[in-house]
């Protein structure tokens, strides 16, 4: 089968660094995304890593080890608005491929 | 571009009621998706199309309809809603194309059904 786990509560403080891990098993597909939902809200996609390695957009970094079979979103410089539900996705590339696999979420609260 | 936009954004319905819930997106994307969220659940595929006039099931699909008549459009039917069908509907659509099939949602639908 194909599943994405990811934990379900992180706690931080705000000007911290957190990371939110994404461990998948699933027999091949094309690349990880994120995914961010605040409460109320609907999810926004924040980045893709097709290829292994370390992908930086801002404050946030993604992160990809197909051998590893692992994923990870980095929040560095945390505020108070990164409080919010983190979700992690891939799309396989066997079958029928015009879907994502999404993981249950990641609740991130930043605390003061 | 007002990107994906949904109607209504809240419903109340009585069990057996029908309705439909409408998306629209304004972005010529080929993919569209239906999704429910309810807690601890995350986001589960009712049901997708790839393309004006297809239609596929996701992995919810039972009590659910869709329609995509028109590019722009794709349309959630409940025929007779149930209490299990109390959720938060959010529609999506993305590019075709190969990557990270990016998704743009829109705001969501919350639907109680007592």
């Known amino acids: 089968g194909q599943s994405l786990e990811q934990p379900s509560e992180v706690t931080a403080v705000e000007g911290a660094i957190v990371q939110i891990n994404c461990t998948y098993q699933t027999s091949g597909f094309y690349g990880l995304s994120w995914y961010q939902q605040h409460d109320g809200g609907a999810p926004t996609f924040l980045s893709y890593n097709a290829l292994d390695g370390l992908e930086e957009t801002g404050r946030f970094s993604s992160f990809l080890s197909r051998s590893d079979s692992y994923g990870y979103l980095l929040l560095q410089e945390l505020q108070m608005k990164d409080s919010a539900s983190y979700f992690c996705?891939?799309?396989?590339?066997?079958?029928?491929?015009?879907?994502?696999?999404w993981g249950l979420g990641t609740s991130l609260a930043v605390n003061p | 571009n007002a990107g994906v936009t949904q109607t209504p954004k809240f419903r109340v319905l009585k069990t057996g009621q029908s309705m439909t819930l409408l998306c629209a997106q304004d972005?010529?994307?080929?993919?569209m998706y239906w999704y429910r969220q309810d807690p601890g659940m995350g986001l589960r595929l009712i049901h997708y199309s790839v393309g004006e006039g297809t239609t596929a099931k996701g992995e919810v699909p039972d009590g659910y309809n869709v329609s995509r008549l028109k590019k722009q459009n794709f349309l959630l039917g409940l025929e007779s809603a149930a209490p299990s069908q109390t959720s938060v509907y959010f529609c999506a659509s993305s590019y075709r194309s190969a990557g990270g099939y990016e998704q743009y949602f829109g705001p969501g639908t919350r639907l109680t059904v007592t």
């Open positions: 996705a891939v799309r396989p590339n066997a079958g029928n491929n015009r879907k994502l696999i």
């Open positions: 972005m010529n994307h080929e993919y």
